[in-house]
Nanobody, 127 residues
Framework: QVQLVESGGGLVQAGGSLRLSCAAS????????MGWFRQAPGKEREFVAA????????VYAESVKGRFTISRDNAKNMMFLQMNSLKPEDTAVYYC????????????????????WGQGTQVTVSS
């Protein structure tokens, strides 16, 4: 069983920045490809970004490309999402997720299903 705990959410003005963190209990953490998803009120959960097991490859949703950066630190069992130039439409609960992957380098499949999910952290961007 893998436990994922997100942190770093909060209230920020449009144009501001936040850095989300995801702490994982997985051993070894590098066994899992990781992703960030978000769900706004009244909307379905949507993909935000994903990162390969090694961290060498990343994928982003078009809506966040150029503004968000996903990264991971396998030695510390941590994943991050740096969010810059935030917009009100980025307001959502953000979830980190882990999925088993045979591929250490590169991302072959970043779509759900994922095996484990965190409880989420709220991000609110005011206009």
């Amino acid at each position: 069983q893998v436990q994922l705990v997100e942190s770093g959410g909060g209230l920020v003005q449009a144009g501001g920045s936040l850095r989300l963190s995801c702490a994982a209990s997985a051993r070894p953490f590098s066994f899992y490809a990781m992703g960030w998803f978000r769900q706004a009120p009244g909307k379905e959960r949507e993909f935000v970004a994903a990162i390969s097991r090694s961290g060498d490859d990343t994928v982003y949703a078009e809506s966040v490309k150029g503004r968000f950066t996903i990264s991971r630190d396998n030695a510390k069992n941590m994943m991050f999402l740096q969010m810059n130039s935030l917009k009100p439409e980025d307001t959502a609960v953000y979830y980190c997720a882990a999925k088993t992957s045979r591929t250490y380098y590169g991302i072959t499949n970043y779509e759900p299903p994922y095996d484990y999910w965190g409880q989420g952290t709220q991000v609110t961007v005011s206009s």
